[in-house]
């Protein structure tokens, strides 16, 4: 028959626990330190990166990309406000907020257009165009960071993925599986028809002229009753550049 521990034994067991409790807080204090000390180090010189290389930061989308990854891992945001260190060694604040302003003012220009609903890559070549004269050359990792920052004004800009390629959505319309799967359809000629959803889609009649003519009630679709074969097309702006959808429209 086993004994069972007496008093002594059970205050040794729970002293021995207190020493291992201790000893584990202690170890994780020490490595919350260093790890402290590694980040202070680690945001030292960074500080010291951005001052060496703050030209090409600036003027360079692939590096200013890179350099927002290294600051993302030790938890800074240059972007966070317009003033302070980075605001007044890099600018980008600033350069941020002037992207900023210059998408809404794109999307609201095409909204007549494409509904609301533009390609990021659209929105990117537009942006370029507008700011030919800028000694700042802009990639689509700069048009998203904005973007990002357009949230907190309550704008409803937000960017989806629909397929393979990213839509910057600036109304707040709500778009459903069925209207995501069209919108993919369309971007292989940036239209199509009722009959090409049915058949692309293994959708009935109803299904697939019901989600088409929701498209076209929200604007983001366009009706195109002309073409030679009396089939009507439904096309996406969002999904197909202006210029290519005018130059289908005068051919």
Excluded at 21 to 34: H, S
Excluded at 115 to 143: P, T
Excluded at 147 to 160: A, D, Q, R, T, W
């Amino acid at each position: 028959m086993r004994r069972r521990p007496g008093i002594g034994g059970l205050q040794n067991a729970a002293a021995a626990r207190d020493q291992y409790r201790l000893l584990g807080e202690n170890v994780a204090k020490l490595r919350t330190d260093l790890m402290k000390e590694q980040l202070s180090t680690f945001r030292s010189q960074l500080e010291d990166f951005a001052r060496k290389h703050k030209n090409d930061i600036r003027k360079n989308p692939a590096f200013r990309s890179q350099f927002h990854e290294m600051c993302a891992k030790v938890g800074v945001d240059p972007l966070a406000s317009n003033k302070g260190f980075w605001a007044e060694l890099l600018g980008i604040g600033d350069f941020y907020y002037e992207l900023g302003v210059q998408i809404v003012d794109i999307c609201l220009s095409t909204r007549a257009h494409n509904g609301g609903l533009i390609s990021l890559e659209e929105l990117c070549k537009l942006l370029g165009q507008r700011r030919k004269g800028a000694r700042e050359a802009v990639a689509e990792d700069d048009c998203l960071r904005a973007i990002s920052k357009l949230k907190v004004l309550g704008s409803g800009f937000e960017v989806i993925s629909v397929g393979k390629r990213k839509l910057v959505r600036s109304v707040p319309t709500e778009l459903n599986k069925d209207h995501n799967e069209i919108l993919e359809l369309a971007q292989a000629q940036g239209f199509v028809t009722v009959d090409e959803v049915q058949r692309r889609l293994s959708w009935p009649s109803g299904r697939a002229t019901d989600a088409l003519e929701t498209l076209l009630d929200e604007g983001l679709a366009m009706i195109d009753d002309g073409d030679k074969d009396g089939r009507r097309r439904y096309w996406f702006p969002c999904v197909s550049s202006i210029s290519s959808y005018a130059g289908a429209d005068t051919s």
